[in-house]
């Protein structure tokens, strides 16, 4: 089989870099957060002291965001708190909905 | 265009909202929240339609709430306004209450209201814009003797309103309480004598009008009112 159809087979998922721009363009805008999105690293936790120090109310609007904007519907629980970690665990649960 | 859901719409203050809702938005398109009663609701969305129409809504069931508010939201991709003006009184003495009697007026009026506000918060949020108007009671700030369950209801309406207040406004979403007191209502308007004993009790010696009422909730939902959120404005005529 050649390369070039095994490439056909592979469905499209966006490049990591490109997502994860995205989904701190939206935290930036729907939270309206005074930083740049480029300023947000993707391991910077989203909780905490030492991360963007969003409150419950800021989770509750990053929560509606993300369904809005990428379809990632966030039930509430032990799997939320390992979704809403950081840029990077939220562009994993992204991905895993295609 | 504006979407607009007004809950006890077959009633004086709700349907008195409706009216100016439809007359004073043009771009306003109105839900009448209603129960098992809603003859005059059906009469207003006929006199309207194409902009008003009766939605079943039972405001002490979240099942219900989450189907109206689905409609609305699959109708017109968008939900507004949001008037919690449902209620009901059983009044009676503390003493002999039936159980009953306060367990349905709670619901009724209190848990209503948070059941109402929790079906559009979320909706709200995404559109990063709402307003919420709880209809209180003047009974929530200055509570008679026979309205243990009233007042205590809409008192917690008022704390409940404060405190979401709070929660919701960095999204652009507002949530007041109005505190009517004596408002000229069918059956009064049906009983001349009650209504003048009513009204000497009055400082304006007179009973407040519906669109009293309604003008307030159009204000509340407006533009103008876009830094006023948390707010408790009682309409009595000066009693309190």
């Known amino acids: ?98 | 265009m504006t979407a607009v859901l007004i809950t006890g719409a077959n009633g004086g203050i709700g349907q008195a909202c409706a009216r100016m809702f439809l007359q004073r938005w043009p771009e306003a398109r109105v839900y009448l929240g209603c129960r098992a009663a809603r003859a005059q609701a059906t009469l207003l969305a006929a006199e309207f339609a194409g902009r008003c129409e009766v939605v079943a809504l039972e405001v002490s069931d979240a099942e219900s709430w989450a189907a109206a508010v689905g409609r609305i939201l699959e109708d017109r991709g968008r939900l507004d306004v949001l008037v919690n003006n449902a209620g009901q009184h059983r009044d009676g003495l503390l003493a002999t209450m039936p159980l009953d009697d306060w367990h349905e007026v709670l619901a009724a009026n209190l848990t209503g209201a948070f059941l109402g506000c929790r079906a559009v918060v979320r909706p709200m949020m995404a559109q990063h814009h709402g307003r919420i108007i709880n209809i209180a009671s003047l009974s929530a700030l200055l509570a008679p003797a026979g309205q243990t369950n009233y007042a205590a209801a809409k008192a917690g309406v008022v704390a409940l309103t404060q405190a979401l207040a709070k929660e919701v406004a960095r999204a652009g979403i507002t949530v007041n309480a109005i505190c009517p007191g004596y408002v000229m209502t069918a059956a009064l308007a049906q009983d001349a004598v009650q209504a003048a004993e009513l009204a000497k009790r009055v400082p304006a010696r007179r009973l407040g009008r519906p669109e009293e009422v309604a003008a307030a909730v159009l204000y509340l939902a407006g533009a103008d009112a876009a830094y006023t959120t948390g707010a408790v404005l009682k309409l009595d005529g000066g009693i309190f």
Do not use: C, W
């Not at chain 1, 993707?42 to 809005?68: M, N, R, W």
């Not at chain 1, 939320?80 to 970690?85: C, M, P, R, T, V």
């Open chain 1, 1 to 98: 089989m050649g390369s070039a159809s095994l490439r056909k087979k592979l469905p499209e998922y966006p490049m990591s870099d490109d997502l994860h721009a995205r989904i701190k363009k939206v935290m930036v805008e729907e939270l309206m957060l005074q930083v740049a999105p480029e300023e947000i690293g993707d391991e910077t936790p989203i909780f905490g002291p030492d991360g963007l120090g969003l409150d419950s109310v800021d989770v509750l609007q990053l929560v509606i965001a993300l369904e809005k904007n990428f379809g990632l519907k966030i039930s509430e629980g032990s799997a939320a708190i390992e979704i809403l970690k950081n840029v990077t665990t939220i562009g994993n649960a992204i991905r895993a909905l295609a």
